[in-house]
């Protein structure tokens, strides 16, 4: 009756400039025997009603089209109505996209977005690193914020500080020198941008509650080093993010100043601190904080005073943007969108051609945040965010779960966001914030466990190949999926963990799973080789046990073939065609292992 994906039933697929125009076509069988279709298009509580005359008939089914054309950005929904025998019957959506009868269905959404500056960024791979556990260089002794203990790089990470709760202030002094001397490993694994955990001044391991934002944390270097570090990357043909903490900054910070350590005169120290109003105190004395942990007092982003010196023409921001940064914006939807808009014009004020990426966990064209409807990819703002809904997608699959699930989630997607902010997403299979892709991958059920069991279990040898296995299959999804691929440092060489801190250990240098590292710089070798099928379009064939995903058109298609279930199965594609991975060249039907994938191309 109507599929969304279907090139034929809507054209263009996927979102839309403001003014475009865009065909439906509508298809009701002839036994029906309709006298009207009727198509209508909200936003918010705005309903348009347009008229769908005949078009053609075909195959027992009559087609109703209508071509229409959206001025003004935003999200759209739409559905049907069909008049019949003197009934009206009120078609929307089940959840693949396709055409339903009856009431209260979901609809279809069209994204209309403002044409926004070209900022390409094709064919990259991500490489997230968590500063303080991926390289040490120096020396062995290193000084840690008051309060923090220095910890040697084959120890595990701490649970507990001096006081029975954890700060986060267990350091293992993984700095800017460290990363820059593994500037080759990471260019062997295909990587074209370094994403930095924060790297600005602060009292904990992680840095997201900055204590000034102006410097180079002293642990991870100097200003000089960063300039090293970029120059290095750049021989490399490779960029660098930094994570922007702009929501709140530390209560340990020259700001706040709650703990006394900063020779200045803090908001939480003096009602007539420079400071004071940057912060939102309550009657009994408290502050707000971001989801009540006071040591991450919340900026009031109304104050002139925080906009003035963040994104003054001398504040921090515009100062490291000179640096031809990207930039990924923690909590972003914590961001009003004035703040965030002025600080995305001070970013690009100074670096034009900087990408600008939010952490947003959902589907970021229908996100909602304190009440606002939020307009990332429609109105000149992101160019792309964390793509949580195709990690979870992946995860979901390659644990066993069906073909045509994951394909409806992917083309949810594709449909909604704007191409270039697909294109520049990044697609993960693991953060900072989440379990390690190998420990979910593996099927653990941690209910009930106490954080130190957690930290003390170790996938035993079965648990550890199926996590592998799956593993291996995830990132040949992500790294040919739409979007951008961001490897969570340490995933290369089988680093396990389940949920914070215990994802953030230490790189294995001295003892790497060679497997899984020959795995990962191979796919990204492949990667680059298939940059232009993988700029290409998207779509999936149909099949009951295998998921068959097709990249690019013509002589540059490619096939992504993926079995996660514990049985072989079988192919029968093209007639010639050859694996881009493992090699062979297969004739007509193809057989695809347990756990296994391949790549095809057709061969003339």
Known sequence: MFRYNSRRDKHPFGAVRCGEEITLTFGVRDDLAATAVRLFVRKGENVEEYRMPFAFREEGYSYYKTTFALKDWGVYFYRFEVDSYGFTHYVGRTEDGSALGGDFLKEWQITVYD???????????????????????????????????????????????????????????????????????????????????????????????????????????TEADFADLLKAAAE?????????????????????????????VGAYQ?????????????????????????????????????RRYLFGKDGPVAHWSKYMVNWRLDVVDELPDS???????????????AKIIGEVWEDATTKWSYGVERHYF????????????????????????????FACKV?????????????????????????????????????????????????????????????????????????????????????????????RRTMPWDNPNETLLKFYRKLGTLRRQLATSLQ????????????????????????????????????????KCDDLFAGGVYFGEVFVRAKSFLILRRIP
């Open 270 to 306: 003096s009602e007539d601190s420079p400071y004071r109003d940057w912060y939102t105190f309550l009657p009994d004395g408290k502050y707000e904080a971001w989801w009540g942990i006071e040591n991450v007092p919340t900026l009031n982003k109304d104050c002139e005073g925080v």
């Open 411 to 503: 083309m949810d997607v594709v449909e909604n966001y704007p191409r270039a902010c697909l294109d520049r997403s990044l697609t993960l299979v693991g953060s900072h914030d989440t379990w390690r892709a190998i420990n979910v991958l593996a099927g653990i059920n941690t209910t009930g466990w106490s954080k130190e069991r957690k930290r003390n279990y170790r996938l035993d040898p079965f648990a550890y190949r199926l996590g592998m296995d799956r593993l291996m299959l995830a990132a040949a999804l992500q790294y040919t999926l739409p979007g951008t691929p961001s490897l969570y440092y340490g995933d290369e060489l089988g680093v396990q963990g389940f949920d914070d801190p215990i994802n």
């Open 339 to 353: 703040y965030l808009d002025e600080l995305i014009d001070c970013v690009h004020s100074v670096n034009p051609s």
């Open 115 to 221: 044409e926004t500056a070209s900022r390409p960024w094709g064919g990259e791979l991500v490489y997230h690193i968590f500063v303080d556990r991926f390289c040490r260089v120096g020396p062995a002794r290193f000084e840690v914020p008051v309060g923090g203990t220095a910890k040697e790089w084959d120890d595990d990470v701490g649970l507990t500080d001096a006081d029975g709760t954890y700060h986060a202030r267990d350091f293992f002094g993984g700095n800017l020198k460290g990363i820059q001397s593994k500037l080759d490993y990471l260019s062997e694994l295909g990587v074209t941008c370094l994403y930095l955990s924060p790297i600005f001044e602060s009292c904990s391991n992680h840095r997201y509650d900055t204590g000034d934002w102006s410097k180079i944390d002293p642990m991870l270097g």
């Open 536 to 575: 290409g379009g998207v779509r999936f064939v149909e099949h009951d046990n295998l998921l068959v995903m097709l990249r690019g058109e013509g002589d540059n298609e490619i096939a992504v073939v993926v079995n996660s279930s514990d049985r072989p199965a079988s192919l029968d594609l093209y007639d």
């Open 378 to 405: 429609t109105h000149h703002q992101l160019d792309g965010v964390m793509n949580y809904v195709f990690k979870d997608a992946i995860l979901a699959y390659c644990q066993g779960g069906k073909p045509f699930d």
């Open 236 to 264: 490399r043909g490779m960029r660098v993010m930094l994570d922007g903490v702009f929501n709140h900054s530390g209560s340990d910070s020259i700001y706040f100043n709650r703990d006394g350590h900063y020779d200045s």
